[in-house]
């Protein structure tokens, strides 16, 4: 059996810059490190980070931090968490990928903006992720987070729309969504549109179809919590029904193998390449 994993998947450059900064700071401060929140969507990885000191912690427990050190994640955070850090003495170690950073500088900016015309916000993303809730907590003003064209009847039409993306959303979603959009605009109200997806994430969509293609059986590796592994995977199994997602190689089943002479493996922006590797070798070991 052909078993080979996929160049291009894993890690982004911001999950890349975050887990260097976590292990740096594990070994400079001897595991003195907490993380606000999952450091990545992938349980297995945070497990390995776990045994060299990191703690994940929630927001309820900033205050019982005074002194110690606390990890921003790629993800990002709104300012009244750097606050609060700052009110209990907290230090603050902050991996917020650069392309988020820049996200929530534009936020601010389109609220700016939508403020001298009384228009609105809109943010394609999932509601409830950390780098959506990171993106709205940038201002007081309440910001329209849609995931899809059924939450588009939240938006009033009849006034300016300034229309952002999540970094990792689909640019296909994100472009069906504008045009739709510009159809119902009412009365000469405008929508200004800024394509904020992530290009090093959002480019594997193409690379990633013209990949599962190849191959009989196509494993995506990939955490339960990941937002980007759930665009990839559906990108994955639309090009080759015969995908399957696993967070390790302990989900695979035997049947999935049957009649198969080769196998592709991949994964999200959140999916360590080690990991891809072990999954890849007990598929030789045992199929």
Known sequence: MVVEIDKNSGFCFGVVRAIEKAESALAELGGEVFSLGDIVHNRVEVQRLEGLGLRTITHDDIAALGGKHLFIRAHGEPPSTYLRAEEQGVKIIDATCPVVAQLQRKVVEAHRAMQRVGGSVVILGKRGHAEVVGLTGQ????????????DLRMVDFSRPIFFLSQTTQSIGLFRRLVDIMQTRLEGGATLTVDDTICRRVSNRESSLA?????FDVV?????????????LFEVCREKNPRSYQVEDEHELQAEWFEGCSSVGICGATSTPA???????????QRY
């Open 274 to 284: 080690w990991l891809m590797e072990q999954v890849a070798d007990h598929i030789r």
């Open 210 to 214: 013209e990949f599962a293609c190849r």
């Open 139 to 150: 201002v007081a003003q309440p910001t329209i987070v849609i995931e899809g064209e059924a």
């Open 219 to 231: 494993i995506f590796v990939c955490g339960r919590k990941s937002s980007n592994g759930k665009v």
